[in-house]
């Protein structure tokens, strides 16, 4: 009776935590309209209330599914509390498409601060999950998300490849809006590398399908595109046609800056100098920042050229070389304004004490203030130099880890596979990883960070019971059980003991073994030593099994 009564005491304890609220059939409601119809999603998931979901399950659904909506809307949120949620509670899911998700659309939220190298750490990761959510229009979207920061940074090449998978992705599901956005994004990364014919070919293409799909807000961005290529290469005898069909069908209010000024080139080009300076006025007063101003007066001096206005052209050109100079310089400066802010303080310091003191006692503090400075710069370099040297030492043993891991001398042949299987996913992860830290163009910070993910993922596997257990089974299968009897017939060794053990018999090299323990390649040494120095001394009947395997 007593058990009956535990029995039913668990089932409802197991009844009661499992348990959803009344949210919970709303959220799979906006789950099932998110793809199709986003705005009704949205309006059904941001009045719920977040304290009255009944379980972390509930509250991580619910921050995804509103992350999703939220971008699906075109509302650039920089908020990071909802996604992140999303990301550290998918993250131990079994349920792979919700982890991939949440890596995504996390690495949205940091490419909408600005911090793109933490949301290209966050693609990477979620790409190591594309083989599990089998999905090719998740695919199509990370590739294109790829392709944006790339292209952010100047790698035109790994932009245009980013956007050609994207494209190719599309085509498997036959999404022909998104093949149509990413046709004209592979012709935006051929204009970058100057290859002007493929990327006119790609724009053409794109607009085909826009006019199909009568879509707009493509079309207005091929006919731009075509007419500011033409521009760039004097080709304005191409341009007819396409110049009838933007300012004839669309609002001027939708035009870019620097499309208005290449339509002032083409009209001037066409000794339409009217229309010309008209359009020059109207890409001046479009013009929202320090790149457009730079741009107009470029585009402004060519103008003024081919209308024959030789004086202005020069005037605006000189004067878009002095804005490019100094804003250059102002970019150059920013990292010594403190110090020059400093240095402004001491002299006006300085100037007092010359008025109350003598030239010496001048001198003197000039020099100890020159000295401190000194001394602060050699520490702080020291201090860089320590750092990025640790971070260095770290990247190369993990990569000794991965080649010892994938060596083919590591015992037998299927002992080898399976310990290549069993570390297979978290290792492909911090390859990719490795690969941007090495690749990267970005500064020690953006390194670091990476490096950050990196050791994370390596502390994930020294923290691991379970990957250390599926390790330990698999070298008693091939080697005679021997951890089996090491733990039988020394069990006065300590977990770490058995575990170094584990490792040197499945053939791990020291500088390996030292990344997975975190301890020095000196200590690992030493304490194989005097464990088989115990081993030897002991009375164990197993001591020749446990040695021979350890030689």
């Excluded at 709303?26 to 059904?44: C, G, K, V």
């Excluded at 007063?285 to 101003?293: C, F, L, M, R, T």
């Excluded at 030292?514 to 081993?535: A, C, E, H, P, Q």
Aim: proline share 1%.
């Amino acid at each position: 009776m007593k058990q009956y009564l535990i029995s039913i005491l668990l089932a409802v304890i197991v009844v009661s935590c499992t348990q959803h609220s009344e949210h919970w059939t709303t959220l799979s409601e906006a789950e099932n309209l998110i793809s199709e119809r986003p705005d009704s999603a949205l309006r059904i998931l941001q009045p719920i209330d977040r304290g009255e979901l009944s379980s972390n399950e509930e509250r991580a659904k619910h921050a995804l599914l509103l992350s999703m909506a939220l971008d699906k809307n075109y509302i650039d949120e920089t908020d990071l509390s909802l996604s992140s949620e999303a990301k550290d509670y998918y993250a131990e899911s079994n349920n792979t498409r919700y982890r991939f998700l949440s890596l995504y659309y996390y690495g949205r939220v940091l490419y909408n601060r600005g911090e793109y190298t933490e949301a290209i750490v966050a693609y990477t990761e979620a790409e190591s999950l594309l083989s599990e959510v089998d999905d090719d229009y998740l695919a199509g979207l990370l590739y294109t998300q790829f392709g944006e920061i790339y292209r952010l940074f100047y790698d035109h090449n790994k932009s245009l490849a980013a956007y050609q998978s994207a494209f190719d992705y599309y085509s498997k599901v036959g999404l022909e809006s998104h093949k149509a956005y990413a046709l004209h994004d592979i012709g935006v990364a051929y204009g970058n590398l100057e290859d002007f014919q493929r990327a006119v070919d790609h724009f053409d293409r794109a607009l085909s399908i826009a006019h199909q799909l009568e879509d707009e807000n493509l079309e207005i961005i091929c006919y731009q595109n075509l007419i500011m290529l033409y521009d760039m290469t004097y080709e304005y005898d191409k341009c007819s046609d396409i110049v009838d069909a933007l300012t004839t069908k669309y609002d001027e209010e939708l035009y870019s800056p620097k499309c208005l000024g290449s339509l002032a080139s083409y009209y001037a080009a066409s000794q339409k100098y009217e229309l010309a300076e008209e359009y020059l006025n109207r890409a001046w007063q479009a013009v929202a920042n320090i790149g457009d101003s730079i741009d107009m007066y470029f585009k402004s001096a060519n103008t003024m050229k081919q209308m024959g206005r030789t004086d202005e052209a020069m005037r605006y050109f000189e004067d878009g070389v002095q804005l490019q100079n100094r804003e250059l310089q102002h970019a150059l400066q920013q990292p010594i304004l403190s110090a020059q802010k400093e240095y402004f303080q001491n002299q006006a310091i300085f100037n007092e004490y010359r008025l109350k003191r003598s030239h010496q006692i001048y001198i003197t503090i000039t020099v100890i203030v020159v000295l401190i400075i000194v001394v602060i710069v050699m520490y702080v370099r020291y201090k860089i130099a320590t750092k990025n040297s640790e971070i260095s030492r770290y990247m190369e043993a993990m990569q000794d880890l991965e080649q010892s891991l994938f060596a083919k001398n590591i015992a037998t042949d299927s002992m080898t596979e399976q310990i290549n299987h069993l570390f297979e996913s978290q290792f492909t992860l911090i390859d990719k990883l490795s690969n941007i830290y090495y690749e990267t163009h970005g500064t020690m910070r953006d390194k670091e960070a990476i490096y950050t993910q990196v050791r994370g993922e390596i502390e994930k596997l020294q923290t691991n019971k379970r990957y250390i257990q599926q390790l330990e089974d698999i070298v008693n299968k091939h080697k005679g059980n021997v951890m089996h009897l090491l733990r039988e017939s020394m069990p006065e060794f300590s977990e770490m003991d058995y575990r170094l053990l584990c490792f040197l018999y499945a053939g791990f090299s020291a500088k390996a073994i030292s990344v997975f323990t975190g301890d020095s390649i000196g200590n690992i040494y030493m304490r194989k030593s005097r464990l088989k120095s115990k081993i030897t001394a002991s009375e164990t009947s197993n001591k020749e099994i446990i040695l021979r395997y350890l030689m």
